[in-house]
């Protein structure tokens, strides 16, 4: 049986993680559960602890967690999964038997639906959708990929900003990509609250374009954590750590 490694980058997620840990006990799976913790401040590092997963303290920023998991995952394949997206029953399986069943493949994500009900989140369904079919996809899809692929590759990049979209196309570059239908994933539109849909749309396109000029990442995290500190909507949970692009 393919052996998964579930890596979970988290900052002040305590409120999230027990949710999730129920989610991935109920895949009836062994796995490797890893939480790369950017420097918590609530519960989340005991609550880890306590429901078994290996955690690792001290990197900052999502890129830097990730690449750190991903040192140390002992799994056969690895999946990025954030603290606040729902795994739904089977996910585990159905990402085995794809892997399986396509050898060549060298990894992917699953089909991602947000939780909002508002317009804008349904909107964000079929947005998504359209981007998966064009070869885009990021953190929040639950990227997976095979240990020995993403050594061939350099690993995670330990960028402070874009760190899923550089994996992606280094992923493409490398091999075949499959997107997993069902189950979908489900996120929350908790970052959506309280911002302008043409905001959240041209701020996306504002970091893609930078990014493809080739600005670098520390950079591009300044102006996103500047526009962030701006919004009304500020909270310690919208910490740099969460400052990504998968936000728009």
């Known amino acids: 049986m393919t052996s998964i490694t579930v890596a979970i980058p988290t900052l002040n997620e305590a409120e999230r993680l ?3 840990f129920d989610q991935l006990d109920r895949q ?3 796995i490797d559960l890893i939480v790369a913790d950017g420097g918590s401040a609530d519960g989340t590092v005991r609550i880890a602890k306590e429901r078994g997963a ?9 890129g830097p967690q990730l690449a750190l998991a991903a040192r140390y995952a002992q799994g056969d394949v690895i999946l990025f999964l954030h603290a606040d997206t729902d795994l739904p029953d089977g996910a585990l399986s159905a990402l085995r038997r794809r892997l399986a069943g396509e050898p060549d493949v060298i990894g992917g994500n699953f089909r991602l639906l947000f939780d909002g009900l508002d317009p804008f989140s349904q909107w964000l369904n079929g947005f998504y959708a359209f981007l998966r079919s064009r070869g885009l996809f990021y953190g929040d899809s639950g990227i997976f990929i095979r240990r020995d692929a993403l050594g061939g590759i350099g690993g995670v990049r ?23 239908d069902d189950p979908p994933l489900i996120t929350s539109s908790r970052r959506f609250r309280n911002r302008h849909p043409a905001q959240i749309v041209a701020g996306w396109v504002w970091i893609h374009l930078l990014f493809s000029l080739g600005l670098g990442s520390d950079r591009l995290a300044s102006i996103y954590d500047s526009a962030r500190r701006r919004r009304p909507d500020r909270t310690h949970r919208s910490a740099p750590n969460h400052t990504h692009i998968r936000s728009l």
Do not use: N, S, Y
């Open 28 to 30: 009836h799976a062994p």
């Open 158 to 180: 330990p960028l402070e900003l874009m760190e899923d979209f550089d994996l992606v196309r280094r992923m493409k570059a490398a091999g075949p990509v499959c997107c997993i």
């Open 18 to 20: 027990p949710r999730l």
């Open 54 to 62: 290996r955690v690792l303290e001290g990197a900052h920023g999502r």
